[in-house]
């Protein structure tokens, strides 16, 4: 016996007022639906059938990553319930009628491999037919409740359907679930929709099994977080403030300096060295990895990218990018993706560099825009250079090479290259290329049209 996993995925969550599923919202930037996926694959539970609904074929283009880790869905037509969503799962089941079953919901974010495992050791321990996990929760508002008699679950009741008596029930339904499939398929067809809401409640499977004698039981988990759903975007808030909290947790347990976490957003996968700082208003995000001693200053948004050692980012953008030791970017800087900023390097205020390998000590401080180029050690760029890679149709590389002084407002026009140790005057517009040690100097000789203004225009006091 092996164990398989249903996700219900199909609703539209009319309270999250939104176009899209509402398993695809995103908490700290994942999607619900992915994060759940997650979970239990790492739970090695290795195939896992996907109940699609509302706008399935966005949960498609979503899913397209994990089809072939035996990831499969089925579409439910129709939304008629948790019940009904299962029963359009037969073939699946069928084809796993040896194994158990667990069955959750794709809004559960918070969903974590050790309450699956428990819950399903719980599970074959107590040779159970079916195994609801349940919390004792203050406020059970929202959740269907466990009925017991003499200690055992008799039903599960959903709030709706509920008794003034039943509402004061703190035992709550967590969504999750663990069955013998072959158990079941024995009951699923045999629900009805007689109920407040006119739906086919899978809680009724548990009901129907305890009637046939079945013997069944409830985990009851101490992690309550793990009940948390998302049915609006203020429960998507709270969801996300609380993964945000999570991580920022970590990362002060793990030495990073923060002043005040305000505005501070730090995605899950993202690595950061003992001694960084994180000012507020920061988001980082993507593969990103950060050394030590490093410091990210308010407004910067940085996106799958390795920033080494002793580097200050200083309200910038920077994006799929390497940047070297004791580099200095910023204010208002931007990185584009797939740049190599090699050591020691400063990038100032207004400074755009895309798809470009930067050399140890260059310095390219302000108003200047490098793209497509191969840029040597020691550089000096001068305000407002612009590497001219774009002829309306191609895009050329630039090549300036080591110890190389580039004046104030050059235009290098690509396919170019400067030789090592050479200078271009400022102003110049370079087509062709620099040798080594030479100046390039190409602008017109200044001409001073005598009393010109006072002739067109008139004396003006």
């Not at 700290?28 to 996926?37: D, E, K």
């Not at 090695?44 to 089809?67: A, Q």
């Not at 990018?321 to 584009?336: L, Q, T």
């Amino acid at each position: 016996m092996g164990k398989i996993a249903i996700v219900l995925a199909g609703g539209s969550g009319k309270r999250m007022k939104s176009e899209i599923p509402k398993v695809l919202h995103e908490v700290l930037f994942r999607p619900m639906l992915h994060r759940v996926i997650d979970s239990i694959e790492i739970s090695d539970i290795n195939k896992i059938c996907i109940v699609k609904g509302y706008k399935h074929e966005s949960i498609d283009t979503s899913l397209k990553s994990y089809f072939s880790k035996g990831v499969e869905t089925v579409l439910q037509e129709e939304q008629k319930g948790t019940g009904h969503a299962v029963i359009v799962c037969k073939d699946f089941l069928k084809h796993n009628i040896n194994d158990d079953v667990m069955i959750v919901c794709g809004d559960m974010p918070f969903l974590d491999k050790r309450t699956i495992e428990d819950s399903y050791n719980y599970h074959k321990e107590n040779m159970a037919d079916f195994t609801v996990v349940s919390c004792f929760v203050e406020n059970p508002k929202g959740y269907g409740r466990i009925i017991r008699e003499n200690k055992e679950i008799k039903k599960i009741i959903e709030e709706k359907d509920c008794t003034d008596d039943q509402k004061a029930i703190t035992e709550i339904n967590s969504g999750i679930y663990w069955f013998s499939v072959k158990e079941l398929l024995s009951v699923i067809e045999k629900i009805s929709c007689d109920n407040a809401q006119n739906e086919y409640y899978l809680t009724d499977c548990v009901e129907l099994l305890i009637m046939n004698k079945k013997h069944g039981c409830c985990f009851i988990s101490k992690n309550q977080e793990v009940l948390l759903g998302v049915n609006t975007k203020l429960d998507l808030l709270v969801a996300n403030k609380k993964a945000i909290q999570d991580v920022i947790n970590f990362h002060l347990e793990n030495g990073v300096d923060f002043i005040s976490i305000d505005g501070i957003i730090i995605g899950e996968d993202v690595e950061i060295g003992r001694g960084s700082f994180i000012y507020p208003s920061v988001v980082i995000k993507g593969n990103t990895k950060i050394g030590n001693f490093t410091t990210i200053t308010s407004s910067s948004f940085i996106k799958n990218c390795y920033i080494s050692n002793n580097c200050y980012i200083n309200s910038s953008q920077c994006y799929d990018s390497y940047i070297g030791n004791n580099v200095k970017i910023g204010p208002f800087s931007h990185i584009r993706p797939d740049c190599k900023i090699d050591d020691n390097v400063k990038i100032g205020d207004f400074v755009e560099v895309k798809n470009s390998i930067v050399g140890e000590s260059t310095s390219i401080s302000h108003l200047t825009y490098v793209g497509d180029s191969d840029v040597g050690k020691n550089v000096n760029f001068g305000c407002g250079t612009v590497t001219v890679n774009y002829d309306g149709k191609n895009k050329y590389r630039t090549t300036i090479g080591d110890d190389c002084f580039i004046g104030c407002n050059t235009n290098l026009i690509a396919p170019v290259i400067l030789g090592d140790r050479s200078y271009t005057a400022a102003g110049s517009t370079i087509n062709k290329d620099v040798p080594s040690g030479s100046l390039g100097i190409s602008r017109s000789i200044q001409e001073n049209k005598k009393d010109f203004v006072n002739k067109k225009f008139g004396f003006k006091k």
